[in-house]
């Protein structure tokens, strides 16, 4: 399965920043071909990158929308309005959103409903805090988010959607000294949210889905992490804020 790797840049750069980002990456970027390549700007960068993006096989994804396609929703962005600039996907249910700004998850189902009546692709975001791990919840608490945010998605929905398996205890909150999870407990993590899925649709969905991991993976444990057998990908934070550490996370998926 070709690996999908996807960069949140979170509230940083400015236009200018993020147009040199994309001109430097384009030149280092080599095996492009090897993985689905994401870059999630802040909205306020979505135009100029998608006009940088196009003819590449870099593809625009945003980190956040409104469920509805147009209304009194002050502040707020619409799928359609994604669709519109170019996004072909969209971060949803980040622990940030739900931590920072009170989202949950059945928010977060009606947000992943919403994104596929327009024909944009959902990164799901899920994973147990600091709390749950220490109390031994992490596989209640993971089954329970897969549950509620998946609700009432159809079966052949299913395919379109990226599940980002993010451990909150492992986000570096823009430490580059972080430290990720093991690749053997990021492992664990997938291959138990792959068996929900299983039990929620079918073998052959859980077996296509893509589960990619996200907390500080950097270029010093992205093979490691890469190489495991159900880990299909990766959510990069800080280390996908400078090109050369994006596009070198980007070369250990092979
Ligand atoms: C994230 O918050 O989605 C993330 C993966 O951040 P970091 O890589 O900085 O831990």
Redesign the pocket.
Known sequence: MKKLVAA?W?MNKTIEEAISFVKEFKKIIKNEKNAEIIICPPFTALAALSKELKNSKINLGAQNMHFEDAGAFTGEISPLMLKDIGCKYVILG???RREIFNENDFLVNKKIIAALKHGLKPIL?IGENLEQKNQGKTKEVIEQQLKNCLKNIDKNEISKITI?Y?PVW?????NPN?K?ATKEDAEKGHKFIRGVVEKMFDKSISKNIKIIY?????PENAKELLSMPNIDGG??????LNAKSFAEIISCAN
């Open positions: 949140n979170k980040h622990s940030e975001c980002a993010e492992a986000i570096s909150r823009g972080h990720a996200g907390g500080s993976m950097k959510l990069v934070g800080n280390a996908s």
